[in-house]
């Protein structure tokens, strides 16, 4: 691997109680905008809120941005148009209204017939998501989450130890819940996209601590002399290299894909730009810090003194 920084003697740990403080913000952050989606009081897409659906089919290639500019003239701003492959299929995607979903779909077939009339079309479908629906989907997106992280508990304390399985679950669950609150400020919109987008994260993440976790483990046993502190700090800055050759890679991709996706892979790009970052800081400063304050509480616990009760 490409060494951009040479040897590095960053001191990680040192800066644990800053970090530990910036990443409890971060997390009540997340968790505030859980109860918000929950509450149903966030952006959600239709995929959690509930709405209309209906896809097209015209008799010639249409202009995507023309259509988004029809819609938003006639006061659907908030419609997800998309385009499919050949540029004569459309779906536009509609957020339930205040009053209900009766003639949305009719409305759409109206604005576009009457915008785009050299370019007729026919129906091939529509499709209700009704409230109900929207709460199954965010309680199985909820599912999937929990899932996820216990199924990483499992490995990593199969892999090292429970304290690090536990310690890389608390990580991911960190990048996750700072992406959701991101979101949540930026009054992004939630949908099924920006799920599948924190679970791909997750995945991220985890690769990148289990590779900071295994240098732990080696310099753990080829380092015994030295203190746990100093094992870590060599163990993340023997990887630093690796970790950011690796991280810019990914980075250029997602801004690539950020700035030439177009609308619908917008917000996904966005959520893994920003988890890609995280979970980079997660790595260095909130999994490896975690697995040092437990170990040594472990040792300071064991080396307390055992209080003996007088007889009598």
Request: with cysteine.
């Given at each position: 691997m490409?060494?951009?920084?040479?040897?590095?003697?960053?001191?990680?740990?040192?800066?644990?109680?800053?970090?530990?403080?910036?990443?409890?913000?971060?997390?009540?952050?997340?968790?505030?905008?859980?109860?918000?989606?929950?509450?149903?009081?966030?952006?959600?897409?239709?995929?959690?809120?509930?709405?209309?659906?209906?896809?097209?089919?015209?008799?010639?290639?249409?202009?995507?941005?023309?259509?988004?500019?029809?819609?938003?003239?006639?006061?659907?701003?908030?419609?997800?148009?998309q385009q499919f492959?050949?540029?004569?299929?459309?779906?536009?995607?509609?957020?339930?209204?205040?009053?209900?979903?009766?003639?949305?779909?009719?409305?759409?077939?109206?604005?576009?017939?009457?915008?785009?009339?050299?370019?007729?079309?026919v129906v091939e479908g529509t499709n209700e998501v009704g409230p109900a629906l929207g709460k199954d989907l965010q309680k199985s997106a909820l599912w999937a989450i929990a899932i996820s992280m216990l199924g990483i508990i499992a490995y990593i304390a199969w892999r090292f130890e429970f304290k690090f399985g536990v310690a890389a679950a608390i990580a991911t669950l960190h990048d996750v819940l700072a992406v959701l609150g991101l979101f949540y400020i930026l009054n992004g919109e939630i949908t099924l996209l920006i799920v599948t987008a924190l679970l791909t994260l997750a995945g991220y993440s985890l690769t990148d601590t289990v590779v900071v976790f295994d240098r732990i483990r080696e310099n753990l046993r080829g380092r015994r002399k030295e203190s746990l502190g100093e094992v870590i700090n060599t163990s993340i800055n023997e990887v630093l290299s690796r970790t950011i050759v690796t991280s810019l890679t990914v980075l250029l991709v997602l801004l690539a894909l950020f700035a030439l996706g177009g609308e619908v892979l917008h917000d996904f790009s966005l959520a893994l730009i920003a988890g890609v970052c995280i979970?980079?800081?997660?790595?260095?400063?909130?999994?490896?810090?975690?697995?040092?304050?437990?170990?040594?509480?472990?040792?300071?616990?064991?080396?307390?003194?055992?209080?003996?009760?007088?007889?009598?």
């Open positions: 490409i060494e951009i920084l040479g040897k590095t003697t960053i001191d990680f740990v040192a800066w644990r109680r800053i970090a530990f403080a910036v990443s409890t913000v971060i997390c009540l952050l997340g968790i505030v905008a859980i109860v918000q989606i929950g509450r149903g009081t966030a952006n959600l897409g239709i995929d959690f809120a509930g709405g209309t659906s209906v896809q097209l089919k015209f008799s010639k290639p249409v202009d995507l941005g023309r259509i988004r500019e029809l819609l938003a003239e006639s006061g659907l701003k908030d419609s997800e148009p492959a050949g540029g004569d299929r459309i779906m536009v995607r509609l957020k339930r209204a205040e009053g209900g979903q009766a003639g949305m779909a009719q409305q759409v077939q109206d604005i576009l017939s009457k915008g785009l009339s050299d370019n007729p079309f979970g980079t800081y997660s790595s260095w400063f909130v999994a490896s810090p975690i697995v040092y304050e437990w170990r040594t509480w472990e040792r300071t616990k064991l080396k307390a003194p055992v209080k003996v009760k007088a007889k009598g």
